[in-house]
């Protein structure tokens, strides 16, 4: 008994750990955590990231250490007595060098300030790729909602429809009414059989979308956080505040201000590419040879002391022509800037046309959505006075049918009107609230 309660208890347990209630949050922080061009634009993000820390490393010196063996036949230069002989000789070679760039016309500091800006930007890409994902989650996730309430609806309008073939099978049988309206209606209640399984289609297609959205499987079951609150009156917003307050705060006009920055370092990098360039060089070297088939004088470790060498060496090098190479990245680097420039403004022009779009639609959409609310009360009290006509005989069944279809189409567009707003209410709310 013990064992079969512990059982249930672990079985319901599971069922119930199973059952997700999908929010929208929740579906729109699964579909970033999946999506493949926000994992690009990470990817994009760490590249950004090793070049930063590439080019600051620039500043540190290089050190190399190298050797070599070799062996060399007839008439050489004995690296010990610095002769000719004619003899076979052996000899190792060793060294460590290094170099330490002292001045390069501040192209070093240019890259870092240049890489580190483009880090920034690579940030804001992230962002943006999230805010894209977002909305297109949020779209399908009311989609989903739409067709939820069509399907409950059209089920409803099939019982209804059912109710009442029924209770005419029952007049017909009780000679009250012909037979010809009995048949009129169990052919509206197959039209409405019809309508219910193409509104349970649309929801299992509207279903699939979300779920490829955030890259489930087909099969999966979703099960969406129904909230049947009506949308809130309109309230007149300011365009003009709404663009001023998300073109600092959007990453879309964000990144490329950072990236009109990035391309001045390249072009101040680009510049200065024909001022003069100091470098610092040092090493130690030494060399070992043995005539071969004769016994050296000196040891291995005695002719590397013997010929240790060391340097240090100042280079200064001045750029006098490099067939217009420079002049080249120079003119590269001003028309990428440019660029730059342009993508800005018209990103920035993008925005303010989102902006007073999204500002239109949401309106045009809560007129709609007004006018939709009172046909569909209109329709229903309609239909509802003509439901009584019908028990008493004093509307035909065509009449009762068109007023039917009418009342059905009306339902459908105050859906569709209500949804419709309360999505272009959130792509509003999406520039004002500029929340990934």
Same mark, same amino acid.
């Given at each position: ?80 007595? $610095? #002769?000719?002989? &004619?003899?076979?000789?052996?000899? +190792?070679?060793?060294? @460590?060098? *290094? =170099? ?127 909230? $049947? #609150?009506?949308? &809130?009156?309109?309230?007149?917003? +300011?365009?003009?505040? @709404?663009? *001023? =307050? ?191």
């Amino acid at each position: 008994m013990k064992l079969s309660f512990l059982l249930i208890i672990s079985i319901l347990t599971v069922a119930q750990a199973q059952t997700t209630i999908w929010t929208l949050d929740y579906c729109i922080e699964k579909a970033i955590e999946n999506n493949i061009q926000v994992k690009r634009s990470v990817l994009s993000q760490n590249n950004a990231k090793a070049n930063s820390h590439q080019s600051m490393a620039q500043l540190l010196p290089t050190v190399n250490a190298s050797a070599n063996h070799s062996y060399n036949f007839g008439r050489n230069i004995n690296p010990v007595t $610095n #002769s000719f002989q &004619e003899s076979n000789i052996q000899g +190792n070679q060793f060294s @460590i060098n *290094a =170099s330490l760039p002292i001045f390069n016309g501040l192209q070093t500091q240019f890259r870092i300030r240049e890489t580190k800006i483009n880090l920034q930007a690579s940030k804001e890409e992230i962002k943006q790729n999230k805010n894209e994902v977002m909305l297109q989650v949020t779209s399908a996730y009311l989609q989903v909602l739409f067709q939820s309430e069509l399907l409950k609806a059209a089920r409803w309008q099939l019982e209804n429809a059912i109710t009442k073939a029924t209770q005419m099978e029952k007049s017909v049988e009780a000679g009250i009414i012909a037979k010809n309206q009995l048949l009129e209606v169990q052919s509206m209640q197959a039209t409405d059989e019809l309508n219910a399984t193409n509104a349970e289609n649309n929801l299992e297609l509207s279903k699939l979308s979300l779920r490829q959205l955030m890259l489930l499987p087909a099969e999966m079951e979703l099960e969406l956080s129904i909230q $049947n #609150s009506e949308p &809130e009156t309109i309230n007149l917003d +300011n365009t003009e505040e @709404i663009y *001023a =307050s998300a073109s600092k705060e959007m990453p879309a006009p964000r990144q490329a201000n950072l990236l009109i920055e990035s391309a001045k370092f390249r072009e101040y990098s680009a510049k200065n590419s024909r001022l003069p360039k100091l470098n610092l060089y040092a090493g130690i070297l030494s060399n070992y040879a043995q005539v071969l088939g004769q016994n050296n004088q000196f040891s291995f470790q005695e002719q590397l002391n013997n010929n240790l060498g060391k340097y240090v060496q100042l280079r200064l090098d001045v750029p006098i022509f490099n067939a217009w190479q420079s002049k080249t990245i120079v003119q590269t680097a001003v028309v990428n800037r440019k660029n730059a420039e342009l993508n800005a403004v018209e990103v920035q022009n993008t925005l303010r046309q989102d902006i007073e779009k999204a500002y239109l639609n949401k309106k045009t959409a809560y007129k709609r959505y007004i006018a939709s609310q009172k046909q569909v009360e209109l329709m229903k009290e309609t239909f509802r006075m003509a439901e009584q006509k019908l028990a008493v005989g004093t509307i035909s069944m065509i009449d009762f049918g068109t007023l039917k279809n009418r009342t059905s189409s009306a339902e459908s567009d105050y859906l569709r009107a209500k949804y419709d707003y309360i999505f272009k209410t959130k792509i509003l709310d999406f520039y004002k609230n500029t929340a990934p």
